[in-house]
Nanobody, 124 residues
Framework: QVQLVESGGGLLQAGGSLRLSCAAS????????IGWFRQAPGKEREFVAV???????DYADSVKGRFTISRDNAKNTVYLQMNSLKPEDTAIYYC??????????????????WGQGTQVTVSS
């Protein structure tokens, strides 16, 4: 069982930066792959980034070069550094944990545990 709590969301202007945190409970945190998803009003929840237990990473094309995902296993925390933010990045951001045996990471069904989300609003 893994419990996830996101923090760090807020309101900022386009071009700014924000770092989201995803704090996890559980002694086996470092076994899990951790992903970030986002959901804008009226849209489906979409994949943003994933960091695997091996620390390899993948990103959605829309955030490549602007967002960086990282993890600190000693703190049971995953971070999403977001730079050059755009109004279209406005969404609720969720972190999620994927069991170690999974091999796909871009769909909601690939994840087993979810946080409650944190709002990010980017004004133009």
């Amino acid at each position: 069982q893994v419990q996830l709590v996101e923090s760090g969301g807020g309101l900022l202007q386009a071009g700014g930066s924000l770092r989201l945190s995803c704090a996890a409970s559980g002694r086996t945190f470092n076994w899990y792959n951790i992903g970030w998803f986002r959901q804008a009003p009226g849209k489906e929840r979409e994949f943003v980034a994933v960091i695997r237990s091996t620390r390899s990473t993948d990103y959605a094309d829309s955030v490549k070069g602007r967002f960086t995902i990282s993890r600190d296993n000693a703190k049971n925390t995953v971070y999403l550094q977001m730079n050059s933010l755009k109004p279209e990045d406005t969404a609720i951001y969720y972190c999620a944990a994927s069991a170690p045996w999974r091999r796909s990471f871009v769909a909601r069904d690939d994840y087993d545990y979810w946080g409650q989300g944190t709002q990010v609003t980017v004004s133009s």
